[in-house]
């Protein structure tokens, strides 16, 4: 009888997905319902995910997700791990991490690779569910055995076992074991998951830990970068540019930091506002310099909230603004740049000497800009004079050294 039942529910699915009508669509839906309410798991999944499917016609979001727990309280582990990722993810539904983690324990159970990896994820990062590292560590590894042949789930495997890696890595959960850390993330990049390749690439790009092979590196770096991982993208930049690792691509490490700047990477965004201050593999560009260190200081990297306050303090890219230009080295210093604190200090410095008349905007007067004369400076040249890093721009912090802390320190010294 299930067999008769399972080969109607693929003719009526069949139906539906070639049906060129809406009303031929819900023929085919109607007949699939009766097969579901005759008990058929497979039926209230199929009848979830064709009503949830706004690709092919309108979507009946309320009806799907009411047919894929029909589905899931029969036992049906394909609808247990679709209502898990909607949940987790906000996918058609609000976002739910308690339900999301349930849904993914009970496939977990069922041994569902990508839903055991979700549920020990949860499990160690406490979301959604009580933090347990014990327990994250038994569901990852669970997730890392698994022999599904769906190509999902065997990559729901490999990614488990990149994750796995890690937990040994940290001694999270279990014991620190390193060697099994390189054999698992060998297996994971092997096995096609842009984390494993990341994480491969990246010890094979150091050489710590393994010996170094830039070109193997190259090629799982550029796998996971090419899939989109924006940590990949920064990393593949950093082995392309320079001579260290004998590329010196610094055009294709370019294209890369944007890619992964695109994305929100602090590293990368950091690493473009470098270029475009100094024009390397592009036309030299303060105001997209500032853009970028920006939005990198903004998520709390401390280099590029020095370079903020200096374009700040010097006009560079955006209008000269002393307050602003002392709110980010603040928040450098106390993230403990010594260069932040350095330049604070003597901008304080400055302000404490000079009046305070203010504007009615409550910014400084353009009497707390004087800057120490050029005579002062007996070097010229277009790197720091206190450290030798390249430098550029009109402005004399620009021209002659990487920021006002480094003038003060250079002349002192005279």
């Not at 209008?319 to 330049?343: F, H, M, Q, S, Y």
Request: hydrophobic share 35%; with cysteine; proline share 2%.
């Amino acid at each position: 009888m299930g067999k008769v039942k399972d080969e109607e529910l693929r003719k009526q699915v069949s139906n539906f997905e070639q049906a060129s009508k809406n009303i031929t669509k819900k023929r085919a839906l109607e007949e699939i319902e009766n097969i579901a309410n005759s008990g058929s798991d497979k039926a209230w999944y199929w009848l979830g995910i064709l009503y949830l499917d706004g690709n092919r016609w309108s979507a009946d979001i309320p009806k799907g997700i009411s047919a894929l727990k029909s589905a899931s309280e029969l036992g049906n582990k394909a609808a247990m791990n679709s209502l898990s990722w909607r949940y987790w993810n906000g996918q058609q539904v609000p976002r739910n991490r308690e339900l999301g983690a349930s849904y993914a324990k009970l496939a977990a159970e069922q041994g569902v690779s990508l839903a055991a990896l979700t549920y020990g994820r949860a499990r160690l990062r406490g979301i959604g569910v009580d933090q347990d590292k014990a327990d994250a560590f038994y569901w990852i590894e669970e997730a890392a055995k698994n022999s599904d042949t769906e190509a999902a789930q065997k990559l729901g495997a490999a990614d488990a076992k990149a994750d796995l890696a890690l937990l040994y890595l940290k001694g999270d959960g279990c014991s620190k074991a390193p060697d099994k850390y390189l054999e698992l993330i060998q297996q994971s990049a092997e096995e096609g998951s842009e984390f494993g390749h990341f994480l491969f690439g990246r010890e094979l790009m150091l050489g710590e830990t393994i010996d170094q092979d830039v070109n193997a590196s190259r090629k799982h770096l550029t796998a996971a970068a090419s899939a989109g991982m924006p940590e990949a993208q920064y990393v593949l930049a950093v082995l392309l540019e320079g001579d260290q690792y004998g590329f010196n691509e610094k055009d294709a490490a370019f294209n890369w930091l944007q890619l992964a700047a695109e994305q929100g990477d602090s590293n990368s965004q950091r690493e473009l506002g470098h270029r475009y201050k100094r024009g390397i593999s592009t036309n030299t560009d303060f105001v997209k310099a500032f853009e970028w260190y920006l939005k990198s200081a903004q998520q709390g990297d401390v280099s590029a909230a020095l370079n903020v306050g200096n374009f700040y303090h010097a006009g560079s890219g955006t209008p000269i603004d002393l307050v602003k230009a002392c709110e980010w080295w603040r928040k450098g210093a106390e993230a403990g740049n010594e260069l932040c604190r350095l330049n604070l200090a003597d901008a304080e410095r400055l302000m404490n000497s000079v009046s305070e008349d203010r504007t009615q905007e409550g910014e400084y007067t353009s009497n707390m800009m004087t800057r120490p004369a050029r005579k002062t400076i007996k070097s010229l040249g277009q790197v720091c004079q206190w450290c030798g890093e390249d430098v550029a721009g009109e402005d004399i912090w620009e021209d002659f050294f990487c920021s006002p802390a480094h003038f003060y320190l250079w002349l002192d010294r005279q």
